[in-house]
């Protein structure tokens, strides 16, 4: 067997295999002995013609197509270890001749990642953490809407009332747009944003009030189908309704989730305030993690097949629309919907889907070269901590996690964890914990996972044009 190999951008290597003559026979004599029983020739029994005869009966190329079948898998996984190949998935073949036959395979490799000197150079900076001085009353105030009342009231509506009855929109081009019975909404900007000019025609009115109105909707209304249109609105009000808030005292402190422990406004005040900084310090830490991500990415170099970077567009459309990709009426619905062909919506995501396979790869490159991994011991700290947490769940969730499924996902979880908090201390300038050694470039795993650090396998030697 002759094999000549030619190295390809984006990490593709392209084989050239010729299958020597005795294999090829040996090939199209199973080919013959595989077809004959399914050939019905006068004269004979299924699969005792002679194979002149079925030859002849069928033609060559039936003989020449099912040989070739036999062959080529067997012929591309013997050039693969003769020439030191791991592949990451099917390659792409190539019949360039039956006799000889001789066939190109386009073979995609495992990625390359290097990171460059990211110990010295990494650096991204912290923000300052803060509130604003009004969100503690904020919050207080959501807290009064939540535990407060809405009442009839007989008076004209006013902004912020809520309304119940009936409501019909419709414009010339479209007839009804709209149509309830027997409806309460508010009367906001934020609630009414879809019904421009609704909002004025209603303030002032009360119940009982038969209200006829017009709103014009702006270019850029959310909905296309209304954009600079004219809307008439027909609504009958049965009941005019108004908002009372729970008093801001002790009382509402009492009826916070925490309501064993806070039994004062103050002491309410204090624990929100509390709250809303460990909020804004998660968030900053969020924000700090995925720009040191960004940072390392940036500084890296990625090269990786274009297969991986189809398989991210299509997790991407799975996760987005929750599609089954053995689905293929469901599939042909959701494009219908959007009104774009397969192709424009995968197209759409292109620059998504790079960013986020470029950062999988570089974080699984970074949790090698940092050394970092998880034992079992772990794993079963970690599953305690949610056990404990769970209270009187305790029991469901070892069911839920104590099983090889559930482990490698808190294994998973504990890895990324671990690696964001290192790249978190290279990037805030924190010492290194091991020496600082230039990573080299480092193949990634042939498996692709959908996220999170990877461990990745030793880089297979390169191919080079070999004979046999």
Partial sequence: MKITSETLPERQVRLQIE???????????????????????????????????IEKTIGRHRLLDEAMDIIIPIAYSQALEQQSIKPIASPEVELVSHEPLVFTATVPLEPVIDLGDYTGTLRVAKEPVSIAEDAVEQELDEMRHRQGTIEPVERPAQEGDVIRGSL????????????GQELEYRLTEEYLVSMPGLLEALVGKSKGDEVEAKGMAPEDFPDERLRGKEIRYKASIAEVKEEKLAPLDDTLAQQHDHGDE?????????????????????AEQRRFESAAIDALTDMATVEYPAVMLEAEISHILEDQAGLDPRDP??????????????????????????QRLK?????????????????????EQELDTLAGQAGTSHDVIRRLFDNDQGRTHLRQTLLTRKTFG?????????????????????KAPAKQRRSGPRAAEKEAPAAEAKSE
């Fill in 19 to 53: 299958v020597d003559d005795d294999r090829h026979a040996e090939a199209m004599e199973q080919a013959y002995r595989k077809l004959a029983p399914r050939v019905s020739i006068k004269g004979f029994r299924p699969g005792k013609a002679p194979r002149p005869l």
């Fill in 168 to 179: 019909q929109a419709e414009t010339d081009d479209d007839g009804q747009v709209f149509s």
């Fill in 262 to 282: 806070i039994k004062t406004l103050a002491a309410l005040r204090g624990h929100l305030q509390e709250e809303l900084q460990k909020g804004a310090e998660a």
């Fill in 329 to 354: 009426q469901a599939q042909a619905l959701y494009l219908a919907r959007l009104g774009k062909t397969e192709q424009e919506v995968r197209d759409s995501i292109h620059d998504e889907a790079e």
């Fill in 359 to 379: 950062r999988s790869l570089v974080m699984s490159r970074f949790a090698e070269a940092e050394n970092i991994s998880v034992d079992e011991s772990e794993v």
């Fill in 422 to 442: 290192r790249l978190s201390e290279i990037a805030g300038g924190e010492p290194a914990k091991k020496a600082a050694t230039k990573p080299a470039a480092k």
